[in-house]
């Protein structure tokens, strides 16, 4: 059995969550390995949907042990309530939920800059974030000044968050004339009897050993992304990014493990564009079909309720995704949502000041500035939802998937058309017969 990277190709939302829970059917082990509870996952298993944040999506199927890696900063109040969530559903994580001893603790101070930095920006320079705290914390761990959780049971752990909290406040107050925050407080929430620190304590272990021990013993393994590759830290559309690595190299960094470890990146892609927050997006639909994609879609965010923009497939940026994370093979998913067009467009290139590109531009400027060429394809008009085979598509929507697949060039393994675990129809590929599946 292989291990594998699964992740986002675009700017979030493809399906992520769907995606993995049906993927780990082959593996033994499932992680997450960047980003936090900006992320929002949603797994629907027969009638039951399961909102997912910090948990890996692997924790549904019984026999997988999930991981939430070093890379991941970890909300204690949200990872507690998302364990007891499952709990109600009848999803027991204790024994095969470990959470890194090295992941960065989100804080209380997180989320209140978060929003007194996103409050100073003018309009237009609003990156729109989800206010949870993301970017404050990655921020406190470049600078060296963040928790680990690991941290929180040194002897010193609580005269270190303390002077982290008053230092937090001073910039909150003179800096953002915001409220500070009530330092006793939060030190007993975390380092109470039955606090915080307590309630994660079973779940916490050294992550990294616990992956070398079970990879060497010949487990395999699903590397959960979190985000998408257009909003990588690195390699997307920055400033309007989050502060993670949410490309392949992320799944080495943030949990551990080397690259010579990983034998393929399964790349999940929408069949058309979205994205939440500010931004240039060229192929953006400020129509009625952008509407309509949108309510057929169910557009709207999982952790903020807003709603997303709608744009046509952007091939320009998937082949960019594809090339820096060496996307072997792609999922195809919300094929569905594309059943009521007569006509169907996919941005194939884009000019810039007459010129064609076919280079994902750095330049925010000269993405701003890109006017998308499509290609346009005859819609096919008719439900797929029911569809149990490719060979049953109507020509458009094979012709539609084949080419994407040629856009992209990388094989397309798997395309969904539902929620639904049984709404998914795999493709010959190279991709399940390495997976042993
Ligand atoms: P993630 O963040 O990448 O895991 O994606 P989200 O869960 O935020 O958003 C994807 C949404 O689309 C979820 O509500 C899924 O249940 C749903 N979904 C996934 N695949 C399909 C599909 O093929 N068709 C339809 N109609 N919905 C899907
Ligand atoms: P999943 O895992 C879509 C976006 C935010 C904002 C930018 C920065 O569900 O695909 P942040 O709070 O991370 O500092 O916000 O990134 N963003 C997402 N958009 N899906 C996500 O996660 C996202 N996580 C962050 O909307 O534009
Ligand atoms: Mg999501």
């Not at 939302?13 to 949603?42: M, W, Y």
């Not at 890996?56 to 042990?65: D, E, H, S």
């Not at 406040?169 to 006793?184: D, I, Q, R, S, W």
Request: net charge negative; aromatic share 6%; proline share 5%.
């Amino acid at each position: 059995m292989a291990s594998i990277v699964v992740l986002g190709g675009q700017w979030g939302d493809e399906g992520k969550g769907k995606v993995v829970d049906l993927l780990t059917e082959h593996v033994d082990i499932c992680a997450r390995f960047a980003g936090g509870h900006n992320a929002g996952h949603t797994v629907k298993v027969g009638d039951t949907k399961y909102p997912l944040h910090l948990v890996p999506c692997g924790i549904l199927r019984p026999n997988i042990t999930c991981v939430i890696g070093n890379g991941v900063v970890v909300e204690p109040k949200q990872l507690v309530e998302e364990i007891e969530q499952l709990a109600r559903q009848g999803i027991e994580v204790q024994g095969r939920l470990w959470v890194s001893d090295r992941a960065q603790v989100v804080l209380p101070p997180h989320p209140a800059l978060d929003r007194a930095k996103e409050a100073l920006l003018a309009d237009g320079k609003k990156i729109g974030t989800t206010s949870r705290g993301i970017g404050p914390a990655y921020s406190d761990k470049a600078s060296r000044v963040g928790l680990r959780l690991v941290d929180l049971d040194d002897d010193d752990g609580p005269d270190r968050l303390e002077a982290f909290l008053r230092s937090r406040n001073e910039l909150l107050v003179k800096t953002y004339g915001a409220e500070p925050l009530e330092v006793e407080e939060v030190l007993e929430t975390v380092f109470g009897p039955g606090g915080q620190r307590d309630q994660l304590r079973p779940y916490v272990k050294n992550t990294a050993e616990y992956l070398y021990r079970r990879l060497a013993d010949g487990a395999s393994l699903l590397a959960e992304g979190a985000q998408g590759a257009l909003l990588d830290l690195d390699h997307g559309t920055y400033p309007f990014v989050t502060s993670s690595s949410a490309t392949a190299g992320g799944a080495c960094t943030g949990l551990g493990i080397p690259p010579t470890r990983i034998d393929a990146v399964f790349g999940v892609f929408k069949a058309y564009t979205t994205r939440v927050g500010g931004g240039p997006f060229p192929t953006e639909l400020l129509d009625d079909i952008g509407d309509t994609i949108r309510e057929r879609g169910h557009e709207y965010g999982t952790t903020t309720g807003r709603p997303r923009r709608v744009g046509w497939f952007d091939a320009v940026a998937a082949r960019h995704a594809v090339k820096i994370n060496g996307i072997s093979s792609i999922a195809l998913t919300l094929l569905d949502v594309l059943d009521a067009f007569e006509e169907l467009k996919v941005c194939t290139a884009y000019r810039h000041r007459g010129q064609a590109l076919t280079e994902y531009p750095s330049s925010l400027q000269v993405l701003a500035e890109c006017e998308p060429v499509y290609r346009t394809m005859k819609g096919w008009n008719t439900p797929l939802s029911e569809k149990t085979s490719f060979n049953d598509f109507p020509p458009a929507a094979r012709e539609y998937v084949e080419l994407l697949a040629e856009l992209l060039k990388t094989e397309i393994a798997l395309v969904s058309v539902g929620p639904e675990r049984r709404r998914s129809i795999r493709l010959e590929s190279e991709f399940f017969e390495k997976l042993g599946a």
